[in-house]
C-alpha cells in the first residue's frame, strides 16, 4: 500500500475542500442521521447520552481510518 505522504502529496484546494467536507459530514451527519432512524423506528438504538457521545467520534474515525483513504486511494489511481 501506498504511504500517506504521496498520496497527499498532490492535493488541489477542491480535493482538500472534499476531504473536509467527508470529515464534517461524517462527524455530525452520521449522529443526527442515527437520531432521525432511531426516532422514526427505522432502527432500534439506546439515546443514551453515552451512545450519543460516542457516535460522532464513531464517524469521525470511519472518516479518518476508512473513507479518507479510499478517496485518496482512488485520486492517486485514477488520471
Known amino acids: 500500500m501506498a504511504h500517506l505522504s504521496s498520496l497527499t502529496q498532490d492535493l488541489t484546494k477542491q480535493d482538500k475542500r ?3 467536507t467527508i470529515v464534517l ?3 455530525t451527519g452520521l449522529p443526527v442521521y442515527v437520531v432521525f432512524m432511531s426516532l422514526t423506528g427505522v432502527i432500534d438504538v439506546p439515546m443514551t447520552t453515552f451512545f450519543l457521545g460516542l457516535t460522532p467520534i464513531v464517524g469521525f ?11 485518496l ?7
Do not use: R
Not at 61 to 71: C, E, K, N, V, W
Not at 73 to 79: A, D, Q, R, V, W
Open 73 to 79: 486511494l482512488g485520486n492517486k489511481m485514477t488520471p
Open 61 to 71: 474515525l470511519m472518516s479518518l481510518l476508512a473513507i479518507i483513504p479510499a478517496y
Open 25 to 27: 459530514v461524517m462527524t
Open 18 to 20: 472534499k476531504i473536509a
